[in-house]
């Protein structure tokens, strides 16, 4: 009778992580200002990016190459490994990628689920919706109640007006209403900037759960310490370009610091501070 074989164990590299977005070489120039002068760019699936950069840094202008809202002039900018040209927000929303900006664009006056379907409404079926155009709005109520507690947002009523909402409950809609809708991006725009503590702390979880849905996630913020605690990989923006792409968990806030500020050189940073 033959001898069992015994499995034979090889080394198996390791795989590259997935590029969900990238940018190559984006430039931009508003008259003689160079916004942008050669930026790169890469997120990768199942993380969260934050984008960091002192004031006219450029990273502003990068979201806004990648959200649809400006056109680079040179570079490009590949999503799924494929080339894509955006000409306005609504064309990187078809693509599936959302932005939630830091003055949230929702309308106070509007229930959570209108605002969670705002510019995306719902018709009713047949002659309701397609001639006299009614809305849906018992299926919208129905999903917006089905997505908010997916993400465990606790948000009493999906039919309470966002103006009775606090600061941070705000945001949370606004975020839910990106990941509700995002297929492959979510860009958050400083979401806990005008925020107290208790509601930033709200805002980071919601995040979190965002990314661990799948979406991977660009976050642009000052706070280093918010930074620190939900960031995968830093992204450094310095003079219109990248400088560094750091890993939070082996280089110290104060050294972060020293790079973006230009106190520190890029090549002087310790190999195992970079994210590969």
Known sequence: MNAMLKPTHFNMPETAPQIVMQARGLVKRYGHVTALDGADFELRAGEILAVIGDNGAGKSSLIKCLSGATIPDEGRIELDGKPIHFKSPIDARRAGIETVYQDLAVAAAMTIAENLFLGRELRREGF???VLRMLDKKKMLEMSIARMNDLKVGIRSMTQAVETLSGGQRQCVAVSRAAAFAQHVVIMDEPTAALGVKEGNMVLELIRRVRDKGLPVVL???????????????????????????????ISMSDTVAIMTGAMRPEDIPAECLAH
């Open 128 to 130: 309701l919706g397609n």
């Open 220 to 250: 642009i913020s000052h706070n280093m310490p918010h930074v620190f605690e939900i960031a995968d990989r830093i992204h450094v923006a310095r003079l219109g370009k990248r400088a560094a792409v750091l890993n939070p968990k082996k």
